[in-house]
């Protein structure tokens, strides 16, 4: 199931690239004939996204390693690394260029010649109609993979910015070129606002993040469940991968129980808990329970 979860996002990751491509050219060519920096700045967008895109197409299949003797638990955060340089990427480089391109063109808006417009509008409209193929395929996934997920985001904020532009150019065909370098600025705020939350979320991942209370509930209920087992206590768990899980569990047996029955016990709990991680790692340790004083008076 990983298997078919990893192939399906590399498909999907590789239809955008594809889309990128043809995109960028498209509105790097307008932006010549029309000046229009709205233009500019979602082609720019879109030049980071091919660079980006590729980056996480090959983080995607460098995380189907499997575990080796230098990454005992495999490589599924190369997902994480490649999401946490990519949203690095989206403040450094796009954010920044159109806050330095756009700003000044508030002051010196009435300078600006336009030509082209309605040609410009035309490879808009087009643009969003076109990107929206890999976003509806990524959004329609039942999982994703970190770096699926970091295209996802990045794929909605192509499809704001690409709106911003359009609405700015219509003001500009209105008679309002302010709209230029103000639909610029909310493209680069769009993209910065989404690659902090993008980074913060994948420093998560990348630290060792649980995958929360009440994944950890069901886990210990269905150590309960086999034979034997007293009691399911120390429970501790990480992420290891986009969906992989390394899960660390303490259960207690009768005291006394021979080793073969405590290490059957133990392969049965092992076996249960799989049905919840495909894929992910978990070590059980058995211990003897603690006996149980019958005189209320003795401490």
């Known amino acids: 199931m990983i298997d078919m979860k990893a192939s399906e996002d590399m498909r999907s990751l590789q239809l955008t690239l594809g889309v990128y491509l043809f995109i960028f050219a498209a509105k790097?060519?307008?932006?010549?004939?029309?000046?229009?920096?709205?233009?500019?700045?979602?082609?720019?967008?879109?030049?980071?996204?091919?660079?980006?895109?590729?980056?996480?197409?090959?983080?995607?299949?460098?995380?189907?390693?499997?575990?080796?003797?230098?990454h005992m638990f495999g490589y599924g955060?190369?997902?994480?690394?490649?999401a946490l340089?990519?949203?690095?990427?989206?403040?450094?480089?796009?954010?920044?260029?159109?806050?330095?391109?756009?700003?000044?063109r508030l002051f010196r808006h009435e300078e600006s010649?336009?030509?082209?417009?309605?040609?410009?509008?035309?490879?808009?409209?087009?643009?969003?109609?076109?990107?929206a193929a890999p976003l509806y395929k990524l959004f329609t996934q039942k999982t994703r993979g970190a770096a699926a997920r970091a295209q996802l985001t990045e794929l909605v904020n192509d499809?704001?910015?690409?709106?911003?532009?359009?609405v700015g150019t219509l003001f500009i065909v209105w008679g309002y070129p302010i709209a230029d370098p103000l639909a610029a600025i909310l493209v680069?705020?769009?993209?910065?606002?989404?690659?902090?939350?993008?980074?913060?979320?994948?420093t998560s991942f990348l630290l060792?993040?649980?995958?929360?209370?009440?994944?950890?509930?069901?886990?210990?209920?269905?150590?309960?469940?086999?034979?034997?087992v007293l009691s399911a206590n120390d429970l501790r768990a990480?992420?290891?991968?986009?969906?992989?899980?390394?899960?660390?569990?303490?259960?207690?047996?009768?005291?006394?129980?021979?080793?073969?029955?405590?290490?059957?016990?133990?392969?049965?709990?092992?076996?249960?808990?799989h049905a919840d991680l495909p894929g992910g790692l978990c070590m059980i340790h058995v211990d003897p329970a603690e006996e149980v004083v019958s005189n209320p008076d003795v401490l």
Do not use: C
């Open 208 to 228: 060792g993040r649980s995958p929360g209370s009440e994944f950890l509930g069901k886990l210990e209920r269905q150590a309960l469940t086999v034979p034997g």
């Open 159 to 166: 499809e704001l910015g690409l709106l911003a532009a359009f």
């Open 113 to 131: 010649k336009y030509q082209s417009l309605p040609l410009v509008l035309g490879v808009l409209a087009l643009s969003m109609l076109i990107a």
């Open 238 to 273: 990480e992420y290891i991968g986009p969906d992989n899980v390394h899960v660390d569990l303490h259960i207690e047996v009768q005291r006394g129980t021979p080793i073969e029955q405590a290490n059957r016990i133990a392969h049965e709990v092992e076996a249960r808990l």
């Open 28 to 70: 790097l060519a307008i932006y010549f004939l029309s000046g229009v920096v709205a233009l500019y700045a979602v082609a720019l967008h879109t030049l980071s996204d091919i660079f980006i895109s590729g980056f996480l197409l090959v983080a995607a299949w460098y995380s189907r390693k499997v575990a080796d003797k230098v």
């Open 85 to 104: 340089v990519a949203a690095t990427l989206f403040i450094s480089f796009t954010s920044f260029e159109l806050y330095r391109e756009a700003i000044p």
């Open 188 to 202: 680069a705020t769009i993209i910065a606002y989404n690659a902090i939350r993008l980074f913060s979320e994948n």
């Open 77 to 82: 955060r190369a997902q994480n690394v490649a």
